[in-house]
Every structure is written in C-alpha cells, then in structure tokens.
C-alpha cells in the first residue's frame, strides 16, 4: 500500500530545502532602487537572472547531488486568485504555480546566470523567479527564488501584448466615420428614387 501512496504522489515542495540565492533584474533595475515590485514588457524587455548555492552552505558538501538547476517563471498569489490552472499545490508533480520554463543549467557551486527575453506567448500576470535543483534522475533536491515564503517581495509584474496601438484607433474612427457616412448617403439616395 506504501508504494501505491508513494507512486501517486511526487516530491513535496514543503520538504525542499531552500539552498540558493536566486535575483531576478530587469534591464538594470535592481531591487534596491525603489519599490519591490517591477514591470517588464513580453517580446521588449530582458530578465538577468543569477543564481548561486547559499555562501553559508558552501563547503559542507549539502549539494554532492546536485546536478541540474531548472529555472522556472511562477505565478505569484495576487496571479492566482480564481485560476485554479494556477493553482498552488505541495506535490510539485500537480503543482500548476511555475508552469513557464526558462532555462535548465549544469549545477555549478559558484552559480551561473541566464539572460532571458521575456517570450510574446507569456500571460500578463505578477511572477516570481524560482530554481529548482535537481539530480540525476530529474528529482528536485531543493530550490531558490527572489521572493519570501509569503511570495509578497521581489515580485515581477509582466505586462502583455494587449494588441492595441493608437494608429488601430486612429483606423477604426476613420472607418467607422466613413461607413455611418457612406449608409445616410445611400439613404438619401434611395428616398429621392422612391420620390
């Protein structure tokens, strides 16, 4: 029965430890310049994001397994009120909160970091960055992000293509003017024929 329990459950993200120092920049803002929330612009605007094991856990040998850090964009609370597609979940194999892949990278002590430009198809939403290590067989060991536990600081707001600009604005009053324009014409024109 045991394994049956343990098959339909995967790794509790409640059971991670949290082991690296995950920032997330915006085009050089940082963190400490003003407000804790930025806005990024999808298909515009770059991501520099670092990630490196704690200095305060380097040297005790707490990641010998570490072979791979994912890193994932997540959906922060205030983005997942009434979107259960979101929804937070502690077994991270039905967990929907980083559903937005960035990037997977070979686990080095030191760190490394990606510059990533935010895709077109990512949902306008307010996120987080998080890192999830992993060994060998893909299994998360522990994780990093650039927010607290209550997912309120640090937070990246992402405005979407909302597809509107204002020569489309500019167009559809000219047509429209145009059409209400061209229908009393041909309406003038039918009443004098039926005269």
């Given at each position: 029965?045991?394994?049956?329990v343990?098959?339909?459950?995967?790794?509790?993200?409640?059971s991670?430890?949290?082991?690296?120092?995950?920032?997330?920049?915006?085009?050089?803002?940082?963190?400490?310049?003003?407000?804790?929330?930025?806005?990024?612009?999808?298909?515009?605007d770059?991501?520099?994001?670092k990630?490196?094991?704690?200095?305060?856990?380097?040297?005790?040998?707490?990641?010998k397994?570490?072979?791979?850090?994912?890193?994932?964009?997540?959906?922060?609370?205030?983005?997942q009120?009434?979107?259960g597609?979101?929804?937070?979940?502690?077994?991270?194999?039905k967990?929907?909160?980083?559903?937005?892949?960035?990037?997977?990278?070979?686990?080095?002590?030191?760190?490394n970091?990606?510059?990533w430009?935010?895709?077109?198809?990512?949902?306008?939403?307010?996120?987080?960055v998080?890192?999830y290590?992993?060994?060998t067989?893909?299994?998360?060991?522990?994780?990093?992000?650039?927010?607290?536990?209550?997912?309120?600081?640090?937070?990246?707001?992402?405005?979407?293509?909302?597809?509107?600009?204002?020569?489309?604005?500019?167009a559809?009053i000219?047509?429209?003017?145009?059409?209400?324009?061209?229908?009393?014409g041909?309406?003038?024109?039918?009443?004098?024929?039926?005269?």
């Amino acid at each position: 029965m045991a394994l049956v329990v343990a098959a339909e459950t995967g790794v509790l993200f409640s059971s991670l430890e949290e082991t690296l120092v995950v920032t997330a920049d915006i085009q050089g803002q940082n963190w400490t310049d003003g407000p804790r929330i930025r806005t990024a612009r999808v298909g515009e605007d770059h991501m520099l994001i670092k990630w490196a094991l704690n200095s305060t856990l380097t040297g005790l040998g707490i990641d010998k397994n570490y072979m791979t850090v994912n890193i994932r964009l997540c959906f922060a609370p205030i983005s997942q009120v009434e979107r259960g597609w979101r929804k937070t979940v502690d077994d991270l194999h039905k967990d929907k909160t980083c559903t937005i892949a960035i990037t997977s990278q070979k686990y080095t002590t030191e760190g490394n970091f990606t510059d990533w430009r935010i895709r077109k198809n990512v949902p306008g939403a307010t996120y987080f960055v998080r890192a999830y290590v992993t060994d060998t067989d893909g299994t998360q060991l522990a994780y990093g992000q650039t927010t607290d536990s209550l997912k309120t600081s640090n937070l990246i707001v992402i405005e979407s293509i909302t597809g509107r600009h204002l020569s489309m604005d500019v167009a559809s009053i000219i047509f429209s003017t145009a059409s209400v324009g061209a229908l009393i014409g041909f309406l003038i024109v039918e009443f004098r024929r039926l005269k």
